[in-house]
């Protein structure tokens, strides 16, 4: 059932930190098809500042727009909503998702029981998952519990098993990580573990790192602890291990993709505490160098890979806690970036969702901020740079 919440419209207009792009390593070098990241006080989701730990992007009642499921609580609980996009990145209506507050850290979408409509899977703190299907007007069946109740901090909906349904592995902060088996119906089976039973994993991205044509899974490891890839030998076992990073490491996320051209995937890591890094995929589950993108200390809370310049090539956003948040516009070999910041220095954005809410050929990047607004900002053409 769709439950309306009233909000009203900011009545004044919020201006973010930008800053002038500069170019990470090899400065004498002009940015290709610089981007900037901005938003004003319509483009943000509601008045209320949340616990919100992570936002994800779907069109959820065939309308063509691309809307967004927002999770709220972490270890508080709080309500979930859903923000139908009007067109042109306008939120205009907010549904609740759920009929009581979670704990919730992840939500994800995808249509879990091959009806043709997106589903919403929502991971919470030490309470049941829950599954919501969809009617295809984004209205959402009671959430059916799925899973072991743990301390939950990430969710990955892919096909692990290729059978051509959507399964969810959930990671566990110093607890068990797994998986459940979707029967092609929304019937999520019994969990199956995967890496250390005390691993602190904080993200897992699913991707064929050894080109076997199974899919591997990397895991990003907060708390001092060896990040790792679990290679597939599949039959969807995981126990040869390939460490990566310094071995005590405080990584929160990861993402993958063909950084620098050469066919073999790539990791890029936000890490806290310490530099975010590229590794370079050496196409047989290791790494043939990194790159480290500063010398300083980051907080850095998630990374998604995407072309924010439609270029062709792939670059990086980082979502940051206490320090803006960063673009780095890949100036095609991987180890080159324009780099820019977007959002407020004090916000603490947990996560962040890259998409074109605005239909204008050119990804937008939504934030998941935690005690404070979650923002669109849209994606627009750098004018009048300085040189």
């Not at 549904?95 to 879990?112: C, F, K, P």
């Not at 990671?171 to 691993?199: I, M, S, V, W």
């Not at 005590?248 to 996320?253: A, I, K, M, P």
């Not at 998941?368 to 004018?383: E, T």
């Amino acid at each position: 059932m769709k439950v309306p919440v009233q909000s009203i419209a900011l009545m004044v207009l919020i201006c973010f930190v930008l800053s002038e792009p500069e170019l990470l390593s090899g400065a004498q070098q002009t940015p290709i098809s610089e981007r900037i990241l901005v938003s004003n006080a319509r483009t943000s989701l509601g008045t209320q500042a949340n616990l919100t730990a992570s936002v994800r992007a779907g069109d959820l009642n065939a309308d063509g727009n691309v809307d967004v499921v927002v999770a709220n609580g972490r270890h508080w609980p709080q309500q979930n909503f859903i923000f139908l996009n009007q067109g042109n990145a306008r939120f205009n209506q907010v549904w609740l998702l759920g009929a009581n507050h979670s704990t919730s850290y992840a939500s994800e979408i995808a249509d879990m029981d091959g009806d043709g409509d997106l589903d919403v899977v929502v991971g919470n703190d030490m309470a049941p998952n829950l599954l919501f299907l969809n009617n295809g007007r984004a209205e959402f069946q009671k959430g059916v519990p799925f899973g072991n109740v743990s301390s939950v901090r990430s969710l990955t909906l892919c096909d692990l098993d290729s059978d051509g349904d959507v399964d969810v592995l959930v990671t566990c902060r110093g607890r068990q990580n797994y998986y459940c088996l979707n029967d092609g119906k929304a019937n999520l089976g019994t969990p199956h573990p995967f890496g250390e039973q005390t691993d602190s994993t904080i993200d897992v991205v699913v991707a064929d790192l050894n080109r076997d044509g199974f899919n591997d899974l990397v895991l990003a490891n907060r708390d001092h602890q060896q990040n790792f890839v679990l290679l597939n030998d599949g039959k969807l076992g995981f126990g040869q291990k390939i460490p990566f990073g310094t071995g005590r490491d405080e990584t929160r996320s990861v993402a993958v993709g063909d950084l620098n051209g050469d066919g073999h995937l790539d990791l890029a890591l936000a890490n806290i505490g310490e530099p975010n890094q590229i590794l370079f995929g050496n196409g047989e589950g290791g790494f043939s160098n990194s790159k480290l993108f500063n010398d300083f200390r980051n907080s850095s809370y998630a990374v998604a890979v995407a072309d924010m310049n439609q270029d062709q090539i792939p670059d990086l956003v980082f979502a940051n806690a206490g320090q803006p948040n960063t673009m780095y516009l890949n100036q095609g070999d991987g180890t080159r970036y324009a780099v820019s910041q977007f959002g407020l220095p004090e916000a603490r954005t947990y996560g962040l969702v890259v998409e074109d809410f605005n239909e204008d050929d050119f990804p937008d990047v939504l934030t998941a901020n935690s005690n404070g607004l979650n923002w669109v900002y849209l994606n627009r053409a750098k004018r009048n740079i300085k040189k």
